[in-house]
């Protein structure tokens, strides 16, 4: 069995573990959206599990065929992000500077601390958004972090998770993470230059994220060959492509589904949650849509870590269309 691992609060800690479009028609969707499954293999099961899930997406991908050095991508739909806490992270950037007005020590000291949990707020948000418990990481964002980058950065695991999602780069913290420690661990007193800098660092981090996660695009297919098919046959299906890899992510669920389209028609299908490492790959994936070059290597990851034989630096996202 794979072992949990808590980590202690805050930012946590190391673990101790074209208005045409690729859109499906409802009734793909809405099957795709529930399917019939009688278990899902999950990371916290045995490694055989974690193992064939790896093994259920590569025969996926195979089966369409797809030429990933002419990758064609079609965004098809989306939605918001919730809010999930009564007190937001911009509530916690407007105590921070309300504090630094009152020019005395008491508020200085609140000021960064309230920025700091500006920042605290804002990735507990974002994990909460995807149905991660921000309390108690499943080992499969261990697994993603390490492929990503080795682990070679010294931030915590929520802040590393946080960069290798590319949701905001983890460096836009590390100046308020190391100000506050010397504030709780060395009794040092923060000048007044740290703090408006620190205060600025934590809004910027907000914005950063908000502006990933606020209108997602949750559904998007992969193909190299467009279908061109009439105009009676794409109202009907609402289908550009013939074959195809069709990514959906269900917000009330947490999970993603990956389907594999051949003929127009849906073949196979499975469903990934938040206790498997390919659930962070995917979330990587749907972060970086709209942006060619990082989408091109978040899926590189994801290819890779299926052990898909495709060499790295031949995928190439040819188009992008939203």
Do not use: W
């Amino acid at each position: 069995m794979v072992t949990q691992y808590i980590l202690q609060g805050g930012f946590g800690g190391t673990p101790n573990a074209d208005s045409r479009i690729a859109v499906p028609c409802p009734s793909d969707r809405n099957a795709l959206r529930n399917p019939p499954r009688q278990h899902v293999p999950t990371v916290s099961g045995n490694i055989e599990e974690a193992v064939d899930m790896n093994n259920q997406i590569l025969e996926i991908f195979s089966k369409t065929k797809i030429d990933f050095t002419k990758t064609i991508v079609e965004i098809s739909g989306g939605g918001g992000g919730v809010e999930y806490f009564e007190i937001k992270p911009r509530d916690f950037i407007r105590f921070a500077k309300e504090d630094l007005k009152s020019n005395n020590d008491s508020g200085l000291i609140n000021a960064i601390t309230n920025a700091k949990r500006a920042i605290d707020c804002q990735i507990d948000t974002i994990l909460q958004t995807f149905g991660i418990k921000f309390d108690d990481l499943p080992i499969a964002t261990e697994i993603f972090i390490n492929h990503i980058n080795e682990n070679k950065s010294d931030l915590p695991q929520k802040l590393k998770l946080i960069q290798s999602l590319q949701i905001a780069p983890g460096s836009l913290t590390s100046n308020a993470r190391t100000l506050r420690n010397k504030l709780e661990h060395y009794y040092k007193k923060p000048k007044l230059k740290e703090i408006e800098d620190a205060i600025e660092i934590a809004e910027l981090f907000v914005l950063s994220c908000e502006s990933k996660t606020k209108l997602l695009e949750y559904d998007y297919s992969i193909s190299n060959e467009v279908y061109e098919n009439n105009k009676e046959d794409f109202e009907k299906s609402y289908v550009r492509f013939k074959t195809s890899l069709d990514f959906y992510y269900d917000e009330a669920k947490k999970n993603f589904t990956i389907a594999s389209r051949i003929e127009n028609k849906i073949t196979e299908d499975v469903s990934i949650n938040s206790t498997m490492p390919e659930y962070y790959f995917l979330m990587r994936m749907l972060n970086t849509l709209g942006y060619t070059l990082d989408f091109n290597e978040s899926l590189s990851y994801l290819l890779s870590y299926i052990n898909h034989p495709i060499p790295k630096n031949k995928i190439k996202i040819a188009e992008m269309n939203n």
